[in-house]
Each structure stands twice: as structure tokens, then as C-alpha cells.
């Protein structure tokens, strides 16, 4: 590089800095990463890695996407949870981080009527918002943090 001209440099160093975002980010998050079935699980972690508990708390908290919707649980903290669906309290004591993330992913697989949404699914959904249409709500690193926050909840 060098010997390149400068504009030639340039170009290739964008290539670089691009190619490095690209790696270290993994798949967009529109895109869903293959993942294999076994069971009621996806045994492995969806982001190659697990997930950050401490993101995932923050993300279980988070009222615009995710769980304190219709779930309560042990978040003294957080006013108005929902009574929707099962008390997280314990759920670590329930479900290995396997079967979590299958739940996170495509809960309809247990329950075809759940209200449940679909975390990690862009196909054949009804009633999506604009916001949502053809790509998935969470990412599968925001899986993988929720999913690692859910398995310490333990009685």
C-alpha cells in the first residue's frame, strides 16, 4: 500500500474497516443466522457466543419489545409488569438456556395459539407491525443476552 496512489489506499483501507465491522458484527440484525432444532431447543447460541446477562436484564426491562410487557417478575424496580403471562421468577430452575431459546425464537412451537410473539422469525407472521414486517424484533445477540439473563433467575 505504500506504493498505491493515494486515492487506491484510501479505498482499500474503507475495505478493511468495513470488512472488520462486518466480521465483528456477525449477521445484520434483519438477518436471521441458521440455527438447528433439536428437541424443544436450540442448543447452541444463536450469536456464536452467549449472551451478556446484564444486557439481557436490560432488555427483559425494556418496555418496547420484550418481556416486562406481559411477564412480572423479580424486578423490584420496575413499576406496571405484566400479568399476562408466567412470573419469570425462577425460570433458570425451568428450562436450560437451550429451551429459552427456542421459547425467545418461535414460542408458537409450544402453543400455536401463544400471544407470544416470535422474537427470531420473519415468515409466515400475522398481524406484524410495519416496524417488524419481514425481519425479526431482536437480534440474535439481544436473544443470547436475554437468554443468559433468564438462566440465572433461579429460586
Known sequence: MANAPLHIAALIAAGL???????????????????????????????????????????VLARTTTCILCHSGPFPEARFQGDLAPDLKGTGNWWSAGQLRLRLVDASRFNPQTIMPSYYRNDGLVRVGRNFAAKPILSA???EDIVAYLATLRD
Do not use: M, N, S, W
Open 17 to 59: 474497516v468495513l470488512a472488520c465491522g462486518v466480521l465483528a458484527c456477525g449477521a445484520r440484525a434483519d438477518e436471521l443466522v441458521p440455527y438447528k432444532i433439536i428437541g424443544d431447543t436450540i442448543p447452541q447460541p444463536l450469536a456464536g457466543t452467549p449472551g451478556d446477562p446484564a444486557r439481557g436484564r436490560a432488555l
Open 141 to 143: 445477540a439481544e436473544i
